[in-house]
């Protein structure tokens, strides 16, 4: 019988036996109730001249919650030959993949690094980013966080006329992309925005060129990316808590649609590309579970707009009770906002293992053991004699809601009743969230009474779709895999998971 064994901390990832092949890994992964994000980027340009290796993977370190299967940084010196780029990539959290020296080795003013989570069958070395590409007019590092939805008809398209591609993942078709638009652009801020008149979906990128640091963001801005600074070196980046983690200061975010570049005569901005701010289409999920609580983004707090989840679940479905709780992490907010407006008591029923990260791997032999037991347990002192409230972010397939709902009762909680801080999930998501397909979808076809029953709870409510403006302020966000509304036509056949993020 194979053993799983990921490689501790301080490990050099192997590519021998020992470790099992990532294919083989992932074909033991059992579906995971809750959504993953795919990725984060960070990208930095320091105008002293001084190494950014080392900001950027604190940079990482603080967005490690948007993907633990790999990551990367790659370095250039703007004072250095044109071309040379240093990068290190591989498999895992950001502390197993940067040690013995590789830091070090990274010597460069300007840089990009990525963290990542796949969602199907590419979760390879190969397909880690940063990206790095020679071409022509010297080398291009490519960091990307979303999913594009006509990645297969430009890729197909390209290697048509000749194009032969290293990777499964779409950034390669954007970098591809970059590289043949800038032969013809006047500078590659310019190749970047002839790019993104071809590429659809859902992007907010980092690009590294031999001289300049450029971030961008799709028009309808489905993901987050903000700008920061420290001393003299600017930030770009997908959350505020990564600037914050360096002590640099907070400057504004990305507009969607826009691209600015980072030069050493500072910053500039394109806004050829945005569209009216009715048609923006920001990404729920960043606020409700996504991003870390002590993030902006479009300047809305994550924690707030939990907090306002959780009083708007608290008029719209309130219960007797004589305690709320959270399930960790993002369901706490949300039941301190359930508390505040119902005056009924908060407190803590979860104990998390902190080890166990989002991409849980279960080995076969242990298949006894429930893997929602090891990631959380219940404090029986905490709920025994008591009717609790449980907040959750969102229900998907309903198989941890019934565990938990069980867990709570066998702790001793009188009345369970369960709370969504989102509306019934009804379609899947094109744009980099892994919502899998409707006959997975425990709301599809049910109604939240059919819900109750199958989770085992005493009642259930979910977050009213027309709360979710409220929540973050009246900002426009996408609702497809609430309402089956996108903000841009899907593809006809089910892309996700073909080419990753
Ligand atoms: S469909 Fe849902 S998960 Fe996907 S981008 Fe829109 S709000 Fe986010």
Redesign the pocket.
């Known amino acids: 019988m194979l053993s799983v064994r990921r490689p501790a901390a301080g490990e050099k990832n192997r590519e021998d036996s020992e470790f099992m092949r990532e294919e083989e890994i992932h074909q033991q992964c059992e579906p995971e109730e809750g959504l993953h994000e795919e990725c984060g980027v960070f990208g930095m340009y320091d105008l002293d001249g001084k190494d950014v290796a080392a900001p950027i993977y604190y940079g990482l370190f603080a967005l490690q919650h948007r993907g633990q299967e790999s990551c990367g940084i790659a370095v250039s010196d703007t004072n250095g030959p044109k071309g040379k780029v240093i990068s290190h990539k591989g498999m895992g959290l950001v502390n197993e993949v940067f040690v013995d020296g590789t830091l070090e080795a990274l010597k460069g003013d300007i840089g990009v690094g990525h963290v990542r989570y796949s969602t199907a069958g590419a979760s390879t070395r190969e397909n880690a980013q940063p990206l790095v590409l020679n071409y022509v007019k010297g080398t291009l590092g490519l960091a990307h966080n979303g999913n594009l939805i006509n990645a297969n008809e430009l890729r197909h398209e390209l290697e048509y006329s000749g194009a032969i591609f290293q990777t499964t993942i779409d950034t390669e078709v954007i970098a591809y992309h970059i590289a043949r638009e800038r032969i013809g652009s006047r500078n590659v801020e310019e190749a970047v925005l002839k790019a993104m008149k071809k590429i659809k979906g ?1 992007y907010s990128l980092v690009v590294m060129s031999p001289r300049k640091l450029i971030g961008a963001r799709d028009p309808f801005g ?1 993901k987050p990316l903000c700008i920061g600074k420290r001393d003299n070196a600017w930030i770009i980046t997908s959350e505020t808590c990564a600037l914050e983690t360096l002590g640099a200061e907070y400057v504004r975010d990305v507009e969607p649609g826009e691209v600015v570049a980072i030069t050493r005569d500072g910053i500039s901005s394109d806004k050829s590309m945005c569209i009216p701010k009715e048609q923006h289409a920001r ?3 960043e606020y409700i579970y996504f991003a870390r609580p002590d993030s902006h983004i479009d300047g809305v707090s994550v924690y707030g707009s939990r907090i306002k989840a959780g009083r708007f679940l608290a008029m719209d479905s309130p219960v007797e009770a004589d305690l709320v709780v959270g399930v960790p992490e993002s369901g706490n907010a949300a039941a301190l906002g359930y508390s505040l407006q119902s005056g009924i008591p908060y407190g803590s029923a979860f104990v998390k293992n902190s080890y166990v990260g989002r991409t849980f791997i279960k080995p076969k032999q242990s298949n006894r053991e429930s893997s929602v037991k090891i990631k959380l347990n219940v404090l029986r002192e905490a709920v025994a004699g008591k009717r609790v409230i449980m907040i959750d972010d969102s229900i998907v397939r309903g198989t941890t809601s019934d565990r938990i709902v069980k867990m709570l009762r066998d702790a001793g909680a009188t009345e369970v009743h369960m709370r969504v801080s989102s509306p019934p999930f009804l379609w899947p ?1 094109y ?1 980099g ?1 892994d ?1 899998p397909a409707r006959d997975q979808l425990i709301a599809c076809n049910r109604s939240v009474e059919e819900i109750r029953q199958i989770i085992g709870a005493d009642s259930l409510g979910y977050l009213r779709l027309e709360r979710l403006r409220e929540m973050v302020n009246g900002l426009e966000i ?4 609430f309402t089956g509304k ?1 903000p841009m036509e899907p593809p006809t056949e089910d892309i996700r998971g073909d080419y990753d993020a």
């Open positions: 859902a489905f990404c729920i999920f998501c744009f969230t919502v996408c609702t497809g895999c996108y």
